[in-house]
């Protein structure tokens, strides 16, 4: 199953670099680590000499200040709850590996993730990752990569990002103070889960943290990702907590290499593993039987939502996002939530989530200058440097299928969404077609039955070691981009498949709306709004939205998608953004008190919040809108729900009366540069 694959990519990477040690108390005791760290300098150097060469002219880049780096044995850090977290500090070091007193400026990563497989060697780029980071420490940084409660060798259980784990980020930013290598100026940094305790981190300790990176980072658990259209994204939720538990379990690489703390490190993966019954199996069951504090928005999902305390971070910030990424949604909320407080920047990616989840290591097709970002940003906050900083403009985004010259993809804007962009209507007429001429006259309904449930499988591994969570669809979102998109984009690496970027046989009976011929390029870029006007034989019923181009050979590309449940319809105006007087993204309340079933047969609007992305409909092509009762690869039905579902009819209807529609923001050709 894909969960078998996800850990074999995943923790096979990191066992083979915890391989070939046979130190007792630090992997940089032995002569085979030693020769390691050599061929690392090495691979380090040739990327500076590439640096210098090509980039220097475009991108920010400094020689090195020093030599080489110390990577120090795992150690604990005590905090505020009695509790432990483990922890492994990176220093600049001299020619011999000895590792140099500062005081530094200090680079912090937390992770759930096991900092103690992940940050045994070094590599340029890898801060990201919690990977000691041989570019910018040799360039004057501390960095400290600590396990979060309940990852790694930490101690206590995990609870997705809970109140107690936050308690913990702040006692590691007064600790990380106290240190003598460590000169106060402390910045944030990571990748997805690393990037999200960043901004929690910020928030905790807003007049210490100086400066925060934040890469694919999370905003709204409820509606960007856990819960989207008040449904259950359990194809992810499977995914993320089965990994994220077993990387917790995986700790005997470490205790080979450091048996000095065999004992507590076994007593911490024995808390991880135990907390499956304490914790992880009875969250499932309440998810999935519908219970009310998961179901529906409540403060179990908002106090694991950066965004409600963004006010708090007084520090300079960069977010980058990613178009497929799990956090679509997302990365752009975060952004202007700060930029008229701070010093900040949007950049968004091509790709999903593992794609852009390393995006700093040299050598990845579209992301190694993060890393050169990431130094002149840390230089100019951190160590005070004339870095050029404002150079870097506010909003750097990824538009598919655009290309100026020899330069494809990229373009640049002083906001988000751009400001040349205006909204524009296309309705949906009762023969298929799309255009931007509303009904003048009652036009055709259509239907669509609803889809079979997936089916859910949860419990432990046969050892009893690691937490088993797996969701499958039966509706054929197995095979689409959603489905690359929300299994963290393993399922396009380990089991590539047309259909993943073609949308055809995904699509044959949903009911499609496509606009004639566009006459030249069209270019889409922000938030999305599908205004649907629908009614069905049963109390409820789900919409899917996917928004696609239509190249003229046939092929569906798949651009991005919505999803509601009909009962969470209503939406909080006060919070929904308009442009020009648009509604183009809708806020849900998704509240047990907000909840309206549907009276069969009653016609109601649905306005479906369809994740913001930037697109060109290339001239020749069609835009297309595909409308279906499911995607399950995004968000499946809990046992509650499906009551209300089985067995409906939905109509979707059009005329006057009813003017189904999309509503898109335009940008024009010229304002791309």
């Not at 089985?646 to 335009?666: I, R």
Request: negative net charge.
């Amino acid at each position: 199953m894909l969960k078998g694959r996800m850990a074999i990519v995943v923790l096979g990477a990191l066992l083979l670099s915890a391989c070939g040690s046979d130190s007792e108390d630090s992997p940089l005791n032995s002569q085979a680590s030693l020769e390691r760290d050599v061929s690392l300098q090495q691979e380090t150097e040739q990327f500076e000499a590439v640096a210098d060469a090509e980039f220097n002219t475009a991108l920010y880049h400094r020689a090195a200040d020093y030599p080489r780096v110390y990577i120090a044995p795992m150690s604990y850090i005590p905090i505020s709850s009695g509790q432990q977290l483990g922890m492994r500090l990176t220093l600049p070091a001299d020619e011999q590996g000895e590792p140099l007193p500062g005081p530094f400026p200090v680079i912090l990563v937390q992770s759930g993730y096991n900092i103690g497989l992940m940050s045994i060697a070094a590599a340029p780029g890898g801060v990201l990752l919690g990977i000691p980071d041989s570019y910018l420490v040799r360039r004057g940084y501390a960095m400290v990569s600590v396990d979060v409660i309940g990852g790694g060798i930490s101690q206590g259980g995990w609870e997705l990002f809970g109140a107690k784990e936050q308690v913990g980020y702040g006692d590691t930013v007064d600790w990380v103070k106290a240190q003598p290598w460590s000169n106060g100026n402390i910045g944030v940094a990571g990748a997805s889960y690393m990037g999200i305790t960043s901004l929690f981190t910020a928030q905790q300790r807003p007049d210490d943290i100086k400066a925060v990176f934040a890469s694919v980072p999370l905003g709204d658990a409820k509606r960007g990702i856990v819960g989207t259209g008040g449904l259950l994204n359990g194809v992810f939720m499977g995914e993320w907590m089965t990994l994220t538990h077993l990387t917790s379990t995986q700790n005997v690489p470490l205790m080979l290499m450091q048996p000095a703390l065999m004992p507590q490190v076994m007593a911490a993966t024995q808390e991880h593993i135990d907390h499956m019954d304490d914790y992880y199996l009875p969250l499932i069951e309440k998810a999935i039987t519908g219970d009310p504090e998961l179901a529906y928005d409540s403060p179990f999902w908002r106090v694991r939502s950066p965004l409600e305390n963004m006010d708090r971070i007084k520090a300079p910030t960069i977010i980058t996002g990613a178009l497929n990424d799990l956090f679509q949604r997302d990365a752009p909320l975060l952004y202007e939530s700060l930029k008229d407080r701070v010093d900040a920047r949007l950049m968004l990616f091509d790709g999903d989530h593992l794609s852009n989840f390393a995006q700093a290591i040299p050598g990845t097709d579209k992301s190694s200058p993060v890393l050169h970002v990431m130094l002149q940003w840390f230089d100019k906050h951190l160590k005070g440097l004339d870095s050029g900083t404002e150079s870097i403009p506010p909003v750097t985004q990824y538009v598919k299928h655009y290309k100026q010259g020899n330069w494809q993809g990229f373009i640049t804007a002083q906001d988000w969404p751009h400001p040349a962009a205006e909204p524009q209507r296309w309705y949906l007429h009762g023969d298929g077609a799309m255009s931007q001429q509303m009904p003048f006259m009652e036009e055709q309904t259509r239907t669509m039955e609803a889809a079979p449930f997936a089916d859910y499988e949860y419990g432990k591994s046969d050892d009893g070691g690691f937490l088993k969570l797996h969701i499958t669809p039966n509706d054929g979102s197995e095979c689409s981009l959603s489905y690359v998109q929300w299994t963290l984009g393993v399922a396009g690496l380990t089991a590539i498949k047309p259909c993943f970027w073609d949308h055809r046989k995904l699509e044959a009976n949903a009911l499609n709306y496509e606009t004639a011929v566009m006459a030249e390029d069209y270019v889409i870029a922000g938030p999305i709004q599908a205004d649907l006007w629908v009614s069905s034989t049963a109390h409820d019923a789900v919409v899917s939205v996917r928004v696609e181009e239509v190249l003229p050979g046939g092929r569906v590309v798949p651009i991005t998608n919505g999803l509601l449940l009909a009962s969470m319809r209503a939406v909080d105006e006060s919070r929904s953004r308009y442009v020009l007087g648009e509604m183009v993204q809708p806020y849900h309340f998704l509240t047990q008190e907000s909840e309206q079933l549907l009276t069969p047969g009653d016609v109601v609007k649905m306005q479906v919040e369809v994740f913001p992305t930037s697109a060109m409909i290339r001239a020749g092509s069609r835009l297309r809108v595909s409308i279906s009762p499911s995607n399950q690869a995004q968000g499946v039905l809990n046992l509650v729900q499906r009551e209300n579902v089985v067995g409906g009819v939905t109509s979707l209807h059009h005329g006057p009366q009813y003017p189904s529609s999309l509503a898109v923001l335009s940008v024009p050709l010229s304002e791309l540069n």
